[in-house]
């Protein structure tokens, strides 16, 4: 099983690859595929950690992205988040998740998640409930208790 990583002020995803004394070795998602150190001080989330706030509870990250995948009919997004309108960006989400919470999900998270689902496709990850959602041993509560 592979842990899809988001690190503080770095660009893209990153796959953990191994873990030091003090650190652990990632390598970016992206045409480089480079090898880098995280360390402590670094603010580094896993993907599995993360959910998206609604009216009712929160949505695990993978479930939204299949939600995606499933509009897009598995392709890259459709939509250019970059450049449409914050209106366009929010329409687009809420056909993905209806129930998204207006107050508290941000057009930057949105626009977050959509490039890390691309990032995610074009590295042909496209089960994430596999990839990304807790197993066995895992610390479910602390998991379903993220939030965006």
């Not at 150190?37 to 009216?55: K, M, Q």
Request: charged share 30%; proline share 3%; net charge negative.
């Amino acid at each position: 099983m592979e842990t899809i990583l988001s690190i503080a002020g770095k660009p893209g995803l990153y796959k953990l690859v191994s873990r030091g004394k003090m650190n652990l070795i990632v390598e970016a998602l992206d045409e480089t595929h480079r090898r880098i150190p995280a360390f402590a001080t670094d603010r580094v989330t896993s993907l599995g950690d993360i959910a998206i706030y609604t009216d009712e509870e929160d949505v695990p990250l993978w479930k939204v992205l299949e939600s995606v995948s499933k509009k897009e009919s598995g392709k890259v997004s459709s939509l250019d988040y970059k450049k449409c309108s914050n209106k366009e960006l929010r329409d687009y989400f809420s056909e993905v998740l209806p129930n998204f919470d207006q107050d508290r999900v941000h057009d930057s998270d949105i626009k977050k998640l959509l490039q890390w689902y691309n990032i995610l496709i074009n590295n042909s990850i496209t089960n994430f409930r596999e990839t990304l959602a807790p197993t066995e041993g895992d610390n479910v509560a602390d998991r379903d208790n993220a939030k965006e």
